[in-house]
């Protein structure tokens, strides 16, 4: 029998690879998101809508009275880079409508329930890193954050708070509704068919770019000093991580990241030598983020027997030469927004 997998948030990023991933295994997919995937993923079927509505939540988790999906995957999210999340200019939107996003979702499978009175599919919900204290992420040398560091909670960003309400929504009607939830805690995931210019990208991408675009012995712009650290994950080793914990029967929240950590100059000086690039880095005031945050996986490698397999290195080369496709594809960067 053909298993059903409903995608929410299939147009962006992650949603995208997982489209695919999860029809190479012989899923039949539905996706919803407000946009099409940009890069060519091609569900089964695709809702165009927004989640923060209630009648399109609940259009998009309805099949049939003797039909339910088989596994749910919640990566709907207002979210994007520093630029984005730690100004504090986005802060009641990224809350709101994430918020609602999974109220919403998780309100339409109580009443799939009740109608279809048939066992509610599984759901998987992308939290983030972005919950952890910002106490214990004030150095670059920070050791890799435990799930259970997660409280006493202390959020850097109304972001990180939103996800870590989230987790808890989740758990709730797990407890009270008997939604069977996964959690994970992505730690900053890149690759090829990211977002990778217009304000709303993340470091490896927003770097990629820029070196890019820069002549062999430029100058790039780096907010801060550059020495601030993080761990980066590659795209599909955070889809086998994802699989796995949808397989699995663990139920709290786990890491799904790096345990390898660099400082953005590092960062810079790798994408650099990928064209034998001798770049200036001009260190600029700009939103942060945490001064270091890296990633503990030893839960992740006791619950689901998984590893991280693709070296930082190798990943960002592939996101280095796709994103420099993507501008050569417009003209050497002359689209709006870059």
């Known amino acids: 029998m053909i298993k059903r997998a409903l ?37 089964d079927e695709f ?40 100004t504090g200019e986005n802060d009641a939107d990224v809350m709101f409508n994430s918020a609602t996003i999974n109220l919403n979702i998780l309100k339409s499978l109580v009443g799939l329930k009740q109608k279809t009175n048939l066992k509610t599919p599984k759901i998987f919900y992308s939290s983030s890193a972005c919950i952890y204290p910002d106490s214990k992420q004030k150095s670059s040398r920070i050791k890799g954050l435990r799930e259970e560091d997660a409280y006493p909670a202390e959020p850097d960003s109304e972001y990180g708070w939103e996800k870590l309400f989230s987790e808890r929504l989740y758990l709730a009607f797990y407890k009270n509704h008997g939604i069977d939830s996964r959690i994970a805690r992505f730690h900053n995931i890149f690759g090829p068919e990211g977002t990778w210019q217009g304000g709303k990208e993340k470091a490896p991408a927003a770097i990629c770019r820029k070196v890019a675009l820069a002549e062999s012995s430029g100058e790039i712009e780096i907010w801060g000093d550059g020495k601030q650290t993080r761990s980066f994950l590659y795209v599909e080793d955070c889809l086998d991580a994802v699989r796995k914990l949808m397989d699995s029967n663990y139920l709290n929240p786990v890491n799904i ?7 953005i100059n590092e960062i810079v000086r790798i994408a650099a030598s990928f064209e034998g690039k001798n770049l200036r880095i001009r260190h600029i005031p700009g939103p942060q983020g945490v001064r270091g945050r890296n990633s503990d996986n030893a839960l992740a490698k006791r619950v689901l027997s998984w590893e991280f397999g693709y070296p930082l290195e190798i990943g960002l080369r592939e996101t280095y030469f796709w994103i420099k496709s993507m501008l050569q594809k417009n003209k050497q960067g002359e689209i709006r927004g870059i």
Request: glycine fraction near 16%; charged fraction near 20%.
């Open 7 to 43: 995608v929410l948030g299939g147009g962006g990023f992650i949603g995208g690879h997982l489209v695919r991933r999860l029809q190479s295994e012989g899923y039949w997919v539905r996706s919803v998101d407000l946009k099409h995937h940009e890069y060519g993923a091609k569900p």
């Open 47 to 86: 809702i165009q809508g927004n989640l923060s509505d209630s009648k399109i939540a609940q259009e998009s988790v309805w099949l049939s009275k003797s039909t339910v999906f088989d596994e749910v995957y919640q990566l709907a999210a207002d979210m994007g880079g520093a630029g984005y999340i730690f």
């Open 257 to 263: 990241g790096s345990d390898v950590k660099k400082s």
